[in-house]
């Protein structure tokens, strides 16, 4: 297990304060309308002593079980060098797993794919549902509730393109503030009816449970909002590390919550009217519109993270040959992680718009939510059990049972969702399998492309036979040929040779392979081979949370004994075209889908950061 550079004591106040601004948006922002649904949404339950006391008890223990043991004690044990998030575990999976089974790396796919649901639903659920307090102010405002989200909602897609360099060192500070706010509104309520502290006493939640049968199971459809944001604290593990994430949890973010939905409890139990707003209604009337603003900014910082995540997602799945290459914007010179990708960000606000103006309400908002995130939940621990297993080397039985017991509760709130189908559930889950559709006919059919072309390989010796028997004209410079395969004389050699007939002094066969780990030691993830005729194989090796950089690699291949001039070095890539009607052996669909999706991927220039003004494309077309 990898302790991670960045929790340092020295820097930990920091990254505490940095967690604390990105990663705990979405669960922070939860109370706004976690206990709300279970009272006042479609399946709400009547407010009784007894029916407030299960649910804060269900609640408490949620808190708890799946995010204090399961997440921050069991499931961030799982890094890849420091890394986390779900392709991490599938990263491990393929990397270090004694089976790496192609169905497990198939399910944590489609675990990958539900979080581009989850990165829509949030921003659309949390924008409006803060904004909806302006509704609890006055009646006068609530025809421009969804209007006023929309607005917001654009704003936040349209100023992605800046990055959070500039505006990130406002987010620890307001969500401090925040939660300071947070407890505080709980603490001014628990003393009306101390009687809800002893909440947290698991028995009101099993006496719940018990009494109320298939409708304790609904409600538990409810209670799991208030636990949605779980899986970015491992997803963001890379970004901060570890420790700064437990601490900020156990120390500020967990009391805070807890308090908040106490004092939401005791509110409804002196006034069971108010079910409909509990969270406003904590506030008084001078500080409604003050706790309104403050919402809204929270949402924003809560839509901000996971909109981040949607980019650094795709930028994870484009290295792991599991998505069409995309334009990626660095949004900052320090932080190699802030990226924006256009054409992400777009789809993006279209979706979350589109949400907002079918559903108009966050309660209805509600039925859509918790499938993707549940979905997620359930296969991060099935793919913790398998590296508890291979990589921990923990005995079969000990991962089973504790692996166990949190797919137990993980399946029991997937069952409680799985009602939410019909009312919106339905489209987390059919963006998910048509982001998963996209990702494995990308990876088939590369994969597919790539032996096509080995296939029509020259083996290196023959085509040295031919330099030697044929001896081309050699001109001044360098001539680096780029090919996905270290072996062989790739396909784009023999073609400029053979039409024209020169080859540079030197010529360089450049392969950029990305490893199944996060980062690369740049000492060890550079290989020069110097072969015969003036040719050498260079091979950069990358891990797949960096930005491939060919002319870097290349800096550091000179360390190794390479001879090149920067300013004298043309870069030779292949535009491969395949043919409208191939085929591929996919089926049909995903053959034209992956025909369609090739020639929409954007140029490697950009992707390896290639000097443009140096770089010639050949044409290669290729019949399948």
Known sequence: ??????????????????????????????????LRECFAGEHGIPVTPDNVLGVLSMIFWSLIVTVSIKYLVF????DNQGEGGILALVALIRSRARVAHPTLIAIGLFGAALLYGDGVITPAISVLSAVEGLGVATHVFEPFIVPITVVILIGLFIVQ????????????????LWFIILALLGLSHISDNPVVLTAIYPAHALRFLADHGLAAFITL??????????????????HFGRVPIRVAWFTFVVPALVLNYLGQGALLL??????????????????????????????????????????????????????PRFDIHHTSAEEKGQVYIPEVNWLLMFATLGLVLWFRTSTNLAAAYGMAVTTTMVITTMLAYVVARERWGWNRWVAAVISGAFLLTDLAFFGANVIKIEHGGWFPLLLAGAVY?????????????????????VPLERFFETVDRRPPHRISGTGIFMTARPEGAPPILVHHLTHNKVLHEQVVLLTVSIADVPTVNPDEGITVEALRYGFTRVVARFGYMEQPDVPAALARAQEKGLRLDPVDTTYYLAHLTLFVHARLGMGAW???????????????????????DRVVEIGIQLEM
């Open 221 to 238: 459809g409810a209670v799991f909002l208030s636990v949605t944001g779980a899986e970015a604290l491992y997803a963001d593990m890379g």
């Open 161 to 176: 393109s800046r990055g959070t360099a500039g505006i990130g060192t406002v987010f620890g500070p307001v969500m401090i």
């Open 590 to 612: 995903r053959d034209k889908l992956f025909v369609f999706l090739s020639k929409n991927a954007r140029r490697a220039t950009n992707f390896f950061q290639i000097p443009p």
């Open 75 to 78: 499931v961030m044990r799982a």
């Open 437 to 457: 559709g996209v990702m494995t006919t990308w990876h088939t059919g590369r994969q597919v492309v790539t032996r096509r072309l080995a296939e029509t390989e």
């Open 270 to 323: 002196s006034h069971p009217e108010f079910s409909e707003a509990p969270f406003y209604r904590l506030a008084p009337s001078w500080g409604l519109y003050p706790l309104v603003f403050l919402s809204t900014f929270a949402t924003v910082i809560a839509s901000q993270a996971v909109i981040s995540g949607a980019f650094s997602l795709t930028q994870q799945a484009m290295q792991l040959g599991y998505s």
């Open 1 to 34: 297990m990898s302790t991670h550079p960045h929790s340092s004591s020295s820097r930990l106040p920091f990254l505490v304060l940095a967690a604390l601004g990105v990663v705990y948006g979405d669960i922070g922002t939860s109370p706004l309308y976690a």
